[in-house]
């Protein structure tokens, strides 16, 4: 596969360390709100990524953090605990609302297709992992306690602005919003490892620490899980383009640190879903969500075709125009792979050829939408049989995920159903008839059912049928 990668900022081949094993790192939800669209636009387009590296034949590990404590209103270091400014908005505990948006999270992924990763991990369950690993940086010099903190020297680390490519000044105090200087730090880039004290001093979920009774920061989280789930080597790192600064400059400024050597080779960015020209945000309050999208009408998964139409590497102008659109795409094409007819076995080789065809396709830097032309464009060629054309919708859809044959799966349901009232219609005639000694009645019935195809068979336990 072919991929662009933030770091070398080029399309590169992707080659996994470890031969067909691929562990791949996703940052989780912080759970305290609903995850709108936006956000679920990552998470499908990081889906189709994981489940196109499964078609090309690679074994995917996967894992994903839940945010659950110490990620701030200000992605630098101030500002309250999200989670608590949360818990604070629906008179609820952190722990209560921790649990009622994780729960949310998965069940509008589910909604949407987007396969969960074998490792979740919430962040409040691995704290003494956390003060371990903070423990080894402060020894190793790469950390230091200053007033109530601890903090990431990140004058220590060779090119700390590698993932970025920007200057110091560019993204420090001053240009961001909400940041405010900490006059603690030795350096404007260091961030915090350990909290001991917050000006919001109602911080409700504290742990001991060698520092004093605190909470970790939130760049900590995903480079411990990462390292205790996937080990010391990470092929992909997945994420909206708003991680870049700080998240995940400051997750490779610790983990190689602590590791000693190169951690992770791919970095994998989702540009944001924007609505009226702005970037969809949890804290603005203004968000869209799948509930919202069902209440008027759209399938789920209407909007994941909206999201596989586009690049994941441009930024995506959310519209109810462009959604009605795609709504009645899907519609049409879910009816013409419901129109295919049960004739014709399964050609082999085409299915293979066609198989090959997505991969070259969508591996170029995971272009779903020139799949799902190639998906129409298999539809239309007339040199193979349904069966077929059945067959590799359906090798498409374990990548697109877009329940393709559906409408075709409701409606077989919808013709069984209608069968077997039918037949067992006749039968209960056909055991009258033999009752009142009408053999020939009886007769006709079985034979109008086999001219439908349909035989039956009396045994002890009454009469049983089936389709020859
Ligand atoms: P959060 O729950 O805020 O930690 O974000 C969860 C994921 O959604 C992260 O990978 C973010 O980078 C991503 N994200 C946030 N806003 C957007 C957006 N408007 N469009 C696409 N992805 C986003
Ligand atoms: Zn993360």
């Known amino acids: 596969m072919q991929l662009y990668n933030t770091q070398t900022k080029t399309i590169d081949e992707f080659v996994p360390v470890n031969g067909n094993r691929i562990n791949m790192y996703t940052c989780g939800p912080t759970v305290y709100h609903f995850a709108h669209i936006g956000n679920l636009r990552s998470y499908i387009c990081e889906d189709v990524l994981e489940k196109f590296l499964r078609y090309a034949g690679y074994d995917v590990r996967r894992a994903m953090n839940i945010t659950d404590v110490g990620h ?53 369950s691995i704290v003494d992992e956390f003060i371990r690993v903070i423990e080894v940086l402060i020894e190793k010099g790469y950390a230091y306690k200053a ?15 590698s993932l970025t490519g920007h200057d110091e ?209 298999m539809l239309k060629d007339e040199e193979l049989n349904d069966a077929t054309k059945l067959a590799i919708a359906e090798d498409y859809d374990k990548v697109l995920s877009l329940d393709l044959t559906k409408l075709r799966n409701q409606e077989e349901a919808a013709v069984d159903e209608d069968l077997k009232a039918y037949v067992e219609e006749k039968i209960a005639e056909r055991k009258a008839a033999k009752k009142a000694k009408d053999f020939a009645t009886a007769d006709a019935i079985r034979e109008e059912l086999a001219a439908k195809g349909i035989r039956i068979k009396d045994t002890r336990e009454g009469t049983i049928w089936e389709v020859m």
């Open 169 to 377: 000044d560019r993204l420090m105090v001053g240009v961001r919003d909400d940041v405010e200087e900490d006059t603690n730090k030795r350096n404007k880039s260091d961030f915090v490892l350990w909290f001991t004290q917050s000006k919001f001093e109602d911080q409700a979920l504290k742990w001991d620490s060698p520092w004093g009774v605190g909470y970790p920061g939130w760049h900590i989280e995903c480079s411990c899980i990462s390292m205790k789930y996937l080990g010391e080597y990470l092929d992909i790192h997945c994420g909206g383009v708003d991680n870049i600064f700080p998240h995940h400059t400051n997750e490779i400024a610790q983990s190689e640190a602590y590791l000693g050597h190169k951690w992770c080779r791919h970095w994998f960015h989702v540009q944001h879903l924007n609505d009226n020209g702005s970037k969809m945000a949890k804290s603005t309050g203004n968000i869209l969500t799948v509930s919202v999208l069902e209440s008027k009408g759209y399938d789920p998964l209407v909007y994941r075709m909206f999201c596989l139409l586009s690049h994941y590497r441009k930024p995506l102008e959310f519209s109810y125009d462009v959604l009605d659109n795609v709504k009645n795409t899907y519609q049409k094409l879910l009816q013409r792979i419901a129109n295919l007819k049960e004739e014709g076995e399964v050609n082999a080789d085409q299915l293979a050829a066609y198989h090959q065809k997505f991969v070259d396709t969508v591996g170029y830097d995971l272009n779903t939408a020139s799949g799902i032309t190639l998906l129409y464009d």
């Open 72 to 124: 701030l209103t200000s992605d630098a270091d101030t500002g309250e605990d999200k989670m608590l400014k949360g818990a604070k908005r629906e008179h609820k505990t952190v722990m209560q609302i921790a649990q009622f948006y994780t729960d949310a999270f998965f069940e509008d992924c589910r909604k949407l297709n987007i396969k969960k990763p074998e490792i979740v991990v919430p962040a409040t």
């Open 147 to 161: 007033g109530p903190n601890v903090y990431f020297d990140t004058s220590k680390v060779e090119n700390y602005y």
